[in-house]
């Protein structure tokens, strides 16, 4: 396998990046395809690829515009000196204010507090994406004449102090306060404070690659890795914000042309079953099917004979119902055997993949009694949880154990010791 990692990415380009959901949706799930190239790049089904983003050309401009650097200036960072407009692309993450940042701006409160005057001359400002003029402004920069939707961000009282001083000592308004900011918020709260070119990246997070479940099997879809991506998007204070590698892959990534830096992180617990007659049921509502589409493509072209019982489940039928086609084309080609679908906001109540499952408990249980493997893909924090107690839930009243003795079936004969219930959450 080639020695591509997070710190020595392949630069690839995408091939395919489409929108999942039905018209109408208020979900945005993207199909996205990267090409392998000559890379070298191997993977298995249960792997997952690694993307590194890039911050928002736009607001890497904007942040330059209203700190009144150029972009040029040098600065120090964790991977050696570069220019600024480079650190705040590449190798700083500029969306979401950090709170070391906040923490380093309460050593450097002056004293004589809204004394320090930013200056603005005239500048010129253009979109490193397609040249277009972002700010063509020649004023003098005082008693308010600032371009338009630019403000005066130098005396400003002791308002930030105060700002400061609260976020510094009550840790929920500063979690409320990043929550929802980016630099660009923040410069127009603090840049009264005044900053050279290194003290506007002290403190800001290293830009990290984000981790994706592969949606495809390489014998499958030969020379790509697919990916099933939710995009994150919200607006804060008017403004519509991304989250960082979403945005950037739905956004920034024109397919064929984009260079994206990717690697693989391949998976030790999260496979197959080695004997392709072993049962396998897989849950993985939202994204979560993405393994799942992987495992399936595998055991279809290894003629595997295991029955597969695939729990899917998001919002709507209509909006949400992730590879429609392909699941049903499986469905009656007999390669999903059972398939369960939980729509969580379609009827008056809310139908979750565990509820399904419950309904179905007794079967779950013979399939787990008769070797199967047990696989859960998707939100940890609620769904993975949700899951789990359902499941042994089931081992108690099936299998005909107590609470306790099913939790550590559960837990310890079928999670560590047998190794065939698996999870890969995030
Ligand atoms: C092993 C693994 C596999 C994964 N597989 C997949 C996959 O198959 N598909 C997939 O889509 N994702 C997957 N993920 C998640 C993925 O790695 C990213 O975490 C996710 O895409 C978000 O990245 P981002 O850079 O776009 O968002 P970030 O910029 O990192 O932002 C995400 C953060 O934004 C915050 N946020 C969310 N809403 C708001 C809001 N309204 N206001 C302020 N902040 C908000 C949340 O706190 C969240 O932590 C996987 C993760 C792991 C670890
Ligand atoms: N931290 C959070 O609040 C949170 C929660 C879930 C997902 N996420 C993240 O949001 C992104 C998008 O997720 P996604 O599109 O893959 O889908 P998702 O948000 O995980 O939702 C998929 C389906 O799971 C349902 N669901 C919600 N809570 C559940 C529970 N406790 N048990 C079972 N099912 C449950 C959802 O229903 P409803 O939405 O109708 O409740 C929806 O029908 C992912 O990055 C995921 O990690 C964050």
Sequence with gaps: MADWSAKNPFMTTVSQNFVLNGEGSKKETRHIVFELKNSGL????GDALGVIPRCPPELVEELLISTNFSGDEEVETHLGTCSLREALTDRFEIHRVSKKWIEGLANRVPQDSGQ????????????SKDGAVLLDWSGTGNDGDFPEGYVEVGPVGEGYVNLISELTSDPKAMEDYIWSRDYLDSISDFGGIGFTP??????????????YSIASSPDFERGTVHLTVAIVRYNHHDRDRAGLCTGYMADECETGTTEVGVFMSPTRSFVLPDDGSTDAIMVGPGTGIAPF?????QREIDGAKGRNWLFFGDWTEEGEYLYRDEMENWKESGLITRHDLAWSRQGSEKVYVQHLMKNSGEEIWNWIENGAYFY????????????????IGICSEYGGMSQDEAKEFVETGLMKTEKRYLRDVY
């Design 42 to 45: 191997e993977y298995k089904a």
């Design 116 to 127: 320090v005057k930013m200056s603005i001359t005239s500048r010129q400002r253009f979109s």
């Design 198 to 211: 290194q003290q506007l990246v002290e403190g800001m997070d290293r830009l990290k690659p984000r981790l």
């Design 293 to 297: 589409r992987a495992f399936l493509q």
């Design 376 to 391: 859960v893909c998707g939100d940890k924090q609620y769904m993975a949880k949700d899951v789990h107690s359902t499941l």
